[in-house]
């Protein structure tokens, strides 16, 4: 056995540490679209709000009620009234998920801005996946379902995935080589690269991530895909047959105009 040796530095000549300067906080943005949202959102305010206070970052929350039928509004404003990190934003007719998010991004004023749907299916604490990605340069750091690195904790009912492939995949051969998960609604943006994207944004509904990840690439903004958790909602607002088909008109149109 090898016995450990005892150092032959000359401790008195080791020059002690330069005084650290404080690590500035983390300065966010989260954006969360919300159409008919008057049941999950004040447990989704709660969570983003808790995990942003816990890690110390200089934040807001952006909530944009969508035109909701429902208390939506009402219930966000109460939230806001005891919240100081909460803004809410909105306008009375429905305009569709693209719209809220633009809506959201150009209202931001933090350094970065997180979208999330609101039913938090990629949790709020995946976006410590993200960071290394956004420290490293990358302009749009997108979360994944589809990567080796997901993890589907619940899953979406069989019809509903194997939809999703294909639609993935015609995205993929139309649109947007390279990414295979385009729709996950947990994307990070740089706020500079969020202004230059949703100015020009023209997509009101669903397909707008696709929009957005065209119009990054082609602005010559490095994209990141990045596996996440995530965990099936059975509430979603898509309709699997309905909401997809228009996903991919809008798309076609897309490759007409950009």
């Known amino acids: 056995m090898i016995e450990p040796q005892e150092s032959s530095v000359d401790v008195t000549w ?6 650290q300067e404080p690590i500035a906080p983390r300065s966010l943005s989260v954006v969360i679209p919300s159409y008919n949202e ?10 983003i709000h808790s995990f942003l206070v816990s890690r110390g970052y200089a934040a807001e929350i952006l909530v944009v009620d969508d035109g909701s039928v429902d208390r939506t509004r009402a219930v966000a404003e109460t939230l806001q009234a005891s919240n100081p990190l909460l803004r809410v934003l909105g306008y009375p007719r429905n305009m569709g998920k693209g719209f809220a998010v633009k809506t959201g991004m150009l209202a931001a004023t933090r350094e970065a801005v997180l979208f999330s749907d609101a039913d938090l299916s990629t949790p709020i604490e995946e976006l410590d996946r993200l960071w290394p990605f956004f420290d490293r340069g990358f302009d749009v750091v997108a979360a994944s379902r589809a990567l080796p690195t997901s ?22 051969m139309v649109a947007m080589r390279g ?6 609604g947990f994307k ?6 969020a202004r230059q994207i949703f100015s020009k944004l023209i997509t009101p509904g669903f ?8 119009r ?3 602005c010559g903004m490095k994209i990141a895909e990045v596996g ?17 088909a228009r996903m991919l008109l809008e798309i076609l149109r897309l490759r007409r105009r950009l």
């Open 216 to 218: 990054a690439r082609g």
């Open 38 to 47: 008057e049941n999950r959102l004040p447990s989704t305010v709660k969570e």
């Open 14 to 19: 080791i020059r002690p540490p330069a005084k």
């Open 228 to 244: 996440v958790r995530w965990v099936n909602s059975p509430q979603s607002h898509v309709h699997p047959v309905r909401d997809s």
């Open 188 to 193: 990070l943006y740089r706020r500079s690269a």
């Open 151 to 172: 993890k589907l904790v619940v899953r979406q009912p069989f019809y509903r995935e194997n939809m999703g492939r294909m639609f993935n995949a015609i995205v993929s």
């Open 179 to 184: 990414i295979r998960d385009t729709q996950c």
């Open 207 to 214: 397909a707008f991530d696709v929009e957005a990840l065209l």
